[in-house]
T-cell receptor, first 115, second 114 residues
Framework: KAGVTQTPRYLIKTRGQQVTLSCSPI?????VSWYQQTPGQGLQFLFE???????NKGNFPGRFSGRQFSNSRSEMNVSTLELGDSALYLC??????????????FGSGTQLSVL | GDSVTQMEGPVTLSEEAFLTINCTYT??????LFWYVQYPGEGLQLLLK?????DKGSNKGFEATYRKETTSFHLEKGSVQVSDSAVYFC?????????????FGKGTKLTVNP
């Protein structure tokens, strides 16, 4: 069974640009979550999607957005990039049964560098 | 809001040494508790979890017990190996609302020398 796939693996952008990151969950998983990992702030929750609906959202500015498609694949978008957006962006998937506290399976992440 | 505090690293041990990484949490209600491990260049992998007080999670020789009275979930291993070198994250997931959102500690980097 294929794991969580994130593309691209590395990305270099300049300030002011926008970027789209992609995540394909494990087959059969309906929940996808996104996390930002930085040396200073650690791992911070961005958002969670379940069956194309945003189920939860972290404390990030509106420049950060996401969506989930009918096949459970998810994308996140960051507009008007700032230097502080440089981070490893991790996607995680699970079956998504509400309240089940299921195991999350993480992808290897997309390393975004903003110059 | 919910938060997790874990001991600052880095931690450097010799092979076969005993490992403890402290983790305490603040949360409303009764969260589920997790330890995740991140190897270089990879995403996070679930190491173990506990969903209620006094539960003990265990995997690959690692153990942690959910202590409600001390709001702690310390990670232990009796004899570490070089292959255990990684960053370890303590995390919690609150109950209610159907969300799987995790709140993570800052991580503790472990290096095991032969």
């Amino acid at each position: 069974k294929a794991g969580v796939t994130q593309t691209p693996r590395y990305l270099i952008k300049t300030r002011g640009q926008q970027v789209t990151l992609s995540c394909s969950p494990i087959s059969g998983h309906r929940s996808v979550s996104w996390y930002q990992q930085t040396p200073g702030q650690g791992l911070q929750f961005l958002f969670e999607y379940f069956s194309e609906t945003q189920r939860n959202k972290g404390n990030f500015p509106g420049r950060f957005s996401g969506r989930q498609f009918s096949n459970s694949r998810s994308e996140m978008n960051v507009s008007t990039l700032e230097l502080g957006d440089s981070a490893l962006y991790l996607c995680a998937s699970s079956l998504g049964n509400p309240g089940a506290n299921e195991k999350l399976f993480f992808g290897s992440g997309t390393q975004l560098s903003v110059l | 809001g919910d938060s997790v505090t874990q001991m600052e690293g880095p931690v450097t041990l010799s092979e076969e040494a005993f490992l403890t990484i402290n983790c305490t949490y603040t949360a409303t209600g009764y969260p589920s508790l997790f330890w995740y491990v991140q190897y270089p260049g990879e995403g996070l992998q679930l190491l173990l979890k506990a969903t209620k007080a006094d539960d003990k999670g265990s995997n690959k020789g690692f153990e942690a017990t959910y202590r409600k009275e001390t709001t702690s979930f310390h990670l232990e291993k009796g004899s570490v190996q070089v292959s255990d070198s990684a960053v370890y994250f303590c995390a919690l997931s609150g109950r209610g609302g159907g969300s799987e959102k995790l709140v993570f500690g800052k991580g503790t980097k472990l290096t095991v020398n032969p």
